[in-house]
């Protein structure tokens, strides 16, 4: 039996839509390529409009290297994804046009990389009508040194993080936000309630690693529910693509209908799955495998 008769008989109910817009890294254990399949493993059609072209340089200790695409190139991609799966004319965010046809209403931002980028998907997201927005807060300024890292950081909190509606920040990226150091799971949480009173957005405040004890600690916070979200490590080194696949799982549950507190729960068990059955490779670091919970 072909898969065009097996369609023909039993039509399938379209998935919800999904975007990320992101940077492409090389060795596909992070940015677009995690997120899409994280995407395709819960369910939901993933896109991906690329921000920018990372590759990790071996002769250089496995640093970044990195390139961003073009502005009109991103606007592009944002208008031809839109026009495409947007919501159409008279439609309600989250339903289902009058072609019967999924509506994309909720979105991911990952890596942008410099304010330029910042400022043209800024304006996507207030041109399309997202319902969900999820910001994985890629910061990339360690201090307070001028140029071009504290100038995208700070395009980024003013510009995006007003716009999120689920932010997934990292240890360091939550210190940034907040502004308060993290050592604990006290500290954790007080800098997610930190966060949410700066954006009004949930937050889920990763602890990973980084935090002292047996196991792997994030904070969920929306306003109303303080929750710990935790597992046992998995060893104690962080792993490529955890944080993005998070973000993208958070994402897809989103799309699907899920409660904030219930997406986060269920990516928190995604990525641990995920880190269990991590990829070894000849970098210095393992990945994340999105196919873990299979």
Same mark, same amino acid.
């Given at each position: 039996?072909?898969?065009? @008769?097996?369609?023909?008989? @039993?039509?399938?109910?379209?998935?919800?839509?999904? *975007?990320?817009?992101?940077? @492409?890294?090389?060795?596909? +254990?992070?940015?677009?390529?995690?997120?899409?399949?994280?995407?395709?493993?819960? &369910?939901?059609?993933?896109?991906?409009?690329?921000?920018?072209?990372?590759?990790?340089?071996?002769?250089?200790?496995?640093?970044?290297?990195?390139?961003?695409?073009?502005?009109?190139?991103?606007?592009? $991609?944002?208008?031809?994804? #839109?026009?495409?799966?947007?919501? =159409?004319?008279?439609?309600?965010?989250?339903?289902?046009?009058?072609?019967?046809?999924?509506?994309?209403? #909720?979105?991911?931002?990952?890596?942008? &990389?410099?304010?330029?980028?910042?400022?043209?998907?800024?304006?996507?997201?207030?041109?399309?009508?997202?319902?969900?927005?999820? /910001?994985?807060?890629? /910061?990339?300024?360690?201090? $307070?040194?001028?140029?071009?890292?504290?100038?995208?950081? $700070?395009? *980024?909190?003013? $510009?995006?993080?007003?716009?999120?509606?689920?932010?997934?920040?990292?240890?360091?990226?939550?210190?940034?936000?907040?502004? *308060?150091?993290?050592?604990?799971?006290?500290? *954790?949480?007080?800098?997610?309630?930190?966060?949410?009173?700066?954006?009004?957005?949930?937050?889920?405040?990763?602890?990973?690693?980084?935090?002292?004890?047996?196991? =792997?600690?994030?904070?969920?916070?929306?306003?109303?529910?303080?929750?710990?979200?935790?597992?046992?490590?998995?060893?104690?080194?962080?792993?490529? +693509?955890?944080?993005? @696949?998070?973000?993208?799982?958070?994402?897809?549950?989103?799309?699907?209908?899920?409660?904030?507190?219930?997406?986060?729960? #269920?990516?928190?068990?995604?990525?641990?799955?995920?880190?269990?059955?991590?990829?070894?490779?000849?970098?210095?670091?393992?990945?994340?495998?999105?196919?873990?919970?299979?």
């Amino acid at each position: 039996m072909t898969f065009a @008769s097996t369609a023909a008989q @039993s039509p399938a109910v379209a998935p919800a839509v999904v *975007l990320t817009i992101a940077g @492409s890294e090389a060795t596909g +254990g992070a940015g677009a390529q995690a997120d899409l399949k994280t995407f395709q493993e819960l &369910g939901v059609f993933g896109i991906a409009n690329l921000t920018c072209i990372v590759s990790f340089d071996p002769k250089d200790s496995w640093n970044h290297r990195f390139v961003p695409v073009d502005q009109q190139v991103i606007a592009d $991609q944002l208008e031809a994804t #839109t026009a495409a799966y947007g919501t =159409a004319p008279g439609d309600a965010a989250g339903s289902p046009s009058e072609t019967g046809r999924p509506v994309l209403d #909720t979105v991911k931002i990952g890596m942008l &990389g410099s304010p330029a980028t910042i400022g043209t998907v800024a304006n996507a997201l207030q041109a399309g009508g997202f319902r969900n927005v999820v /910001l994985d807060p890629v /910061l990339i300024c360690k201090g $307070q040194e001028p140029g071009h890292a504290l100038d995208t950081d $700070q395009a *980024l909190k003013a $510009q995006i993080l007003p716009l999120a509606t689920f932010v997934t920040p990292n240890h360091f990226e939550a210190e940034s936000l907040s502004g *308060l150091v993290i050592t604990d799971v006290e500290s *954790l949480k007080a800098a997610a309630i930190r966060i949410h009173e700066l954006s009004g957005a949930a937050v889920l405040a990763k602890g990973g690693v980084r935090l002292a004890g047996p196991d =792997a600690v994030d904070v969920y916070y929306d306003g109303e529910t303080l929750e710990v979200l935790s597992a046992p490590k998995v060893g104690e080194v962080a792993v490529s +693509g955890a944080g993005c @696949s998070l973000a993208a799982a958070v994402t897809a549950e989103l799309a699907k209908g899920a409660m904030p507190l219930e997406a986060a729960r #269920t990516a928190k068990d995604f990525v641990t799955a995920g880190i269990q059955n991590r990829v070894a490779s000849g970098a210095p670091f393992d990945a994340l495998w999105q196919g873990g919970p299979r």
